[in-house]
């Protein structure tokens, strides 16, 4: 079946250190998406890619990176520089069409 | 900009009615629709495209009055299966490709 996996489900993150979350398509969506979600205030778009080697800011980009190399791929690196990285963070793809986005199950990042 | 949802959470029992609403300052392209349970990943429900019809499936459907940038979410005869938070995401007409942005999200609790 196709779908968006992610992983690891928990992290845990010592301060100062990168971490770098993982996020696999086998749906050959060529549009994926990172989005951070903190109680109370929705989803909030981090990165995008619409296309391989081709990445876009979001609306709360800033100490975080990510790479766009293969199509099924869109790793995000959550950096020391990120001040509040304690959250829920979920991958996304779409094929451009009317089926909506397609979410991985999440991962929960605590920086300890 | 975000979309603002209302209300903020719901409380039903069994076999109510609901309606969500979500309104935007900008011109929209599309609204989408999905539910979170809690702990996992958004589900897409519908979407619903500037100059499209309403939809709806089952005891879900939806609405988009274009002229206000509203979109309206109705829910009857809930189930016990409706519970979750509902988030509206809105593309906007200038932006490229389908970039969406979640509102806060509605609490929906149905009880028995």
């Known amino acids: 079946d196709g779908g968006i996996t992610q992983s690891p489900k928990y992290l845990f993150r010592k301060e100062g250190q990168n971490v770098t979350l993982s996020c696999e398509q086998n749906?050959?969506?060529?549009?994926m998406y990172w989005y951070r979600q903190d109680p109370g205030q929705g989803l909030r778009l981090i990165y995008y890619?619409?296309?391989?080697?081709?990445?876009q800011k979001g609306d709360i980009a800033e100490g975080y990176s990510v790479s766009r190399e293969k199509k099924e791929s869109f790793p995000l690196t959550v950096t020391s520089a990120q001040k509040n990285p304690t959250a829920f963070y979920l991958c996304?793809?779409?094929?451009?069409?009317?089926?909506?986005?397609?979410f991985g199950s999440g991962t929960r990042l605590t920086v300890v | 900009q975000q979309p603002v949802q209302s209300p903020q959470a719901v409380i039903l029992r069994e076999g109510e009615d609901a309606v969500i609403n979500c309104s935007s300052s900008?011109?929209?392209?599309?609204v989408h629709w999905y539910r979170q349970k809690h702990g996992e990943a958004p589900v897409f429900l519908m979407i619903?495209?500037?100059?499209?019809e309403q939809k709806g499936h089952d005891k879900i459907s939806a609405s988009f009055n274009e002229k206000k940038q509203q979109s309206s979410l109705y829910l009857t005869a809930s189930q016990l299966s409706y519970s979750g938070t509902y988030f509206c995401?809105?593309?906007?007409?200038?932006?490229?490709?389908?970039?969406?942005?979640f509102g806060e999200g509605t609490q929906l609790t149905v009880n028995p």
């Open positions: 996304a793809s779409d094929d451009g069409g009317v089926n909506g986005y397609t």
């Open positions: 749906l050959n969506h060529d549009a």
């Open positions: 890619s619409q296309i391989v080697n081709d990445f």
């Open positions: 900008k011109a929209l392209y599309s």
């Open positions: 619903l495209l500037k100059g499209g």
């Open positions: 995401g809105t593309e906007k007409e200038e932006t490229s490709g389908s970039r969406l942005t």
